[in-house]
């Protein structure tokens, strides 16, 4: 460290500063020096004293500031990240890696430990900064979230080299390649596992509607893979409990063979339904715990039937319908209202699109009888539920959408919010709007540079009546926005789907609510909460909310939810696979009021499906960052590359700190020091 003065006054202003302070104390003491009374030290030591005294405090008025530059040097860090996932120990090394390898890793790490600071990480489903050995306990294993967190983490950080200790098997996330090339240090890679193929029959994956229907036939396709079993033949079945469903023989043709299966099961009681697809066990099989896979279906005996009333035909009604028909949980009709001639008493909600004074009296029949509806592209601007718009009926406004962060009617994903900014104009009503009273906007309108006050979305509720009112001309321009970035409608049949469920999901009027998922998977936490009312629907925290949870094995376990403000939670945790029942209750004003439901916690089998070791993926890893890849027994190699790397070197960092010398208090306890001094030896020696 060292120091700079810095003076913010012309040069001359110190010169002055010292004239006068010289002249100051020389003017005080000449007279006492002529009487001669006074030994000559004394005289020359006061003077000089007031001199240093005086010109120390004109130092406050010429702005004097004292720079320092600290240098601070950082050692560079390397990163061990080590697959915590359950593959690393399901074929025959599993000992060594359990072992021998973590003795080798250890040793690697204290001899590293001299030139080096180490950080050790662990990484499955997610990656967290752990000491502790690995568990092998991971369902999943994530390479990008790895290092995306490495990244996110140490981002500021003399970062020497990342190391990755795995067999390279990732069944979850994007390719941890691409994710690896903004990284500004090397990779290198430890490879595990077997990468020769071993005989195995597996079920590759199920694919299946989680929500049917009472009574409704569902589909279930089954995706086979076998490998080296050319000319053998296998059983698939499907069981619901131990009961057989469906099943089907299939040869197999080749040494790399893969096949799909397609299955129609009946849903004939409601509630959680598990079933249990199983292939055939064949000879000299080394896995065989993907030859069965397990998979719930939550059966609902009543489906909302939703009603979409149009003026005339139009791209937008394809693009609602194709939304709807691909949700499980609606009933769709569509027709023209001029054709329409039953009653709108069955349906949960009612899609007017093109609204007109011809659909006025079907708009007054859904008020009558508290049906909800949407409004979709009006064809007049007067009379419109929750807004009014003063303005000449037809002059329009394109208007792109901007989205409202504070609607709180229902969520959205990360994906759509960020989708909202690339979604083309619609023509909206030009004119002044004005939103009632019980209004909320989820997209407003942006013309030209100016993001309006003026919704193209908004849902009202009035009286428990709730109503949504889509004001733009163009919606099937989205659906094909979305196609065209994303080759999918997942995120226009978002908007779509979920602005539906909100409006046609009936209210729960009941004192006690609880909110809870039907279906997890066994690496997630089981997360609930809870609602209380008094009489007046007033939300209440005093009672307490018990929770007892009770497995296949009749086994129990009691909880009681946290109180929060309004509501109460509850994290039970991680459970293993199985299905659980429950029975939640409180005591209001000595009323006991009880919920009871189950829940399903599917078991995750990625890790069971692919044991077969993916070194090219870890070889690419660590060649685009121009490092090496090494083999579990090449530790001692690794460790030489590492000690060596003349790049791998501390970074010294320069910081600068400037101060006011008024801000310096041993200047001020020097000042006080020599004015002190001074005082003793006038006292000493005289009395002016």
């Known amino acids: 460290m060292f120091a700079k003065t810095i003076i913010n006054s012309p040069w001359y202003f110190v010169l002055l500063s010292i004239t006068m302070a010289l002249a100051l104390a020389w003017w005080l003491y000449v007279k006492v020096k002529k009487k001669g009374e006074v030994p000559a030290w004394a005289i020359y030591t006061m003077i000089a004293l007031r001199f240093l005294s005086v010109f120390l405090i004109s130092l406050f008025l010429l702005s004097v500031f004292f720079k320092q530059v600290k240098n601070e040097t950082e050692n560079p860090l390397i990163l061990f990240a080590f697959d915590n996932s359950s593959s690393l120990v399901a074929l025959r090394d599993s000992a060594f890696v359990k072992g021998k390898l973590q003795n080798d890793l250890t040793a690697l790490k204290d001899k590293l430990k001299s030139k080096y600071g180490i950080r050790a990480l662990l990484f499955g489903n997610k990656t967290l900064a752990s000491e502790a050995g690995p568990d092998f306990s991971e369902k999943q294993t994530d390479l990008e979230n790895l290092i995306k967190e490495v990244d996110n983490n140490y981002a500021n950080q003399n970062i020497g080299a990342l190391i990755i200790v795995s067999d390279g098997i990732y069944n979850k996330g994007g390719n941890p390649v691409i994710a690896s090339e903004k990284l500004p240090y090397p990779i290198y890679t430890i490879a595990l596992g077997d990468t020769n193929e071993v005989k195995d029959v597996a079920i590759q994956k199920i694919n299946f509607n989680q929500v049917a229907y009472l009574g409704n036939n569902f589909p279930v396709e089954v995706l086979l893979n076998a490998k080296k079993y050319k000319g053998k033949q296998v059983n698939v079945s499907l069981f619901q409990d131990a009961v057989q469903k469906a099943n089907q023989l299939i040869s197999i043709t080749s040494d790399n063979f893969l096949s799909s299966l397609n299955f129609t099961l009946s849903a004939q009681s409601a509630g959680i339904t598990k079933y249990t697809a199983k292939v055939s066990i064949l000879e000299d099989e080394k896995n065989k715990s993907n030859n069965g896979q397990s998979f719930v279906v939550d059966v609902i005996n009543n489906k909302e039937k939703i009603l979409l009333l149009a003026s005339a035909p139009h791209p937008d009604i394809s693009a609602i319908k194709e939304a709807l028909v691909n949700g499980t949980n609606y009933e769709l009709e569509t027709a023209l209202s001029a054709n329409f001639t039953g009653s709108l008493k069955p349906y949960s909600l009612v899609i007017f699109h093109g609204y007109s004074t011809a659909q006025q009296a079907f708009l007054e029949d859904c008020k009558n009888n508290r049906i909800p509806f949407w409004i979709i592209n009006p064809g007049i601007n007067d009379n419109l539920p929750g807004i009014k718009i003063n303005g000449a009926g037809f002059q329009f406004n394109d208007s792109e959408p901007v989205l409202i962060n504070s609607f709180a009617l229902f969520s959205l994903s990360d ?126 925290t005093e009672p307490d909310v018990s929770f007892m949870l009770m497995n296949t094995d009749k086994k129990q376990f009691n909880y009681t939810f946290s109180k929060t403000d309004k509501s109460y939670k509850l994290e039970v945790g991680i459970l293993p696979p199985g299905e659980y029942k429950f029975t939640t209750q409180v005591r209001v004003n000595n009323e006991l009021l009880i919920k009871t439901g189950m829940i399903a916690v599917r078991e995750v089998v990625s890790e069971k499906l692919n044991t077969v070791a993916n070194h090219h993926l870890l070889y690419q890893l660590a060649h685009r960052s121009g490092a090496k890849m090494y083999y579990a027994n090449e530790t001692k190699q690794l460790e030489e590359t590492l000690l060596n790397n003349e790049n791998i070197k501390p970074i010294t960092y320069s910081q600068s700190i400037t101060s006011a010398l008024i801000d310096l208090k041993a200047f001020f306890w020097l000042i006080l020091l020599l004015l002190s001094i001074e005082w003793f030896i006038r006292k000493r020696f005289l009395t002016i």
């Open 415 to 540: 994906a759509f919010k960020k989708f909202v900014k690339d979604l083309p104009a619609v023509s909206c009503f030009f004119g002044k709007y004005t939103l009632s009273n019980g209004s909320n906007a989820l997209l407003n309108q942006h013309i030209g540079m100016v993001d309006t006050e003026n919704p193209i979305l908004v849902f009202t509720e009035v009286n428990e009546l709730k109503t949504a009112l889509f004001l733009g001309d163009g919606l099937w321009k989205w659906n094909m926005r979305d196609f065209a970035e994303h080759k999918s409608h997942k995120l226009f049949e978002e908007l779509i789907s979920k602005t539906v469920q909100y409006l046609a999901v009936k209210s729960d009027k009941s004192l006690f609510r609880i909110t809870y998922p039907k279906i997890i998977n066994e690496n997630e936490q089981l997360q609930l909460s809870a609602e209380v009312y008094n009489k007046s629907y007033e939300l209440i």
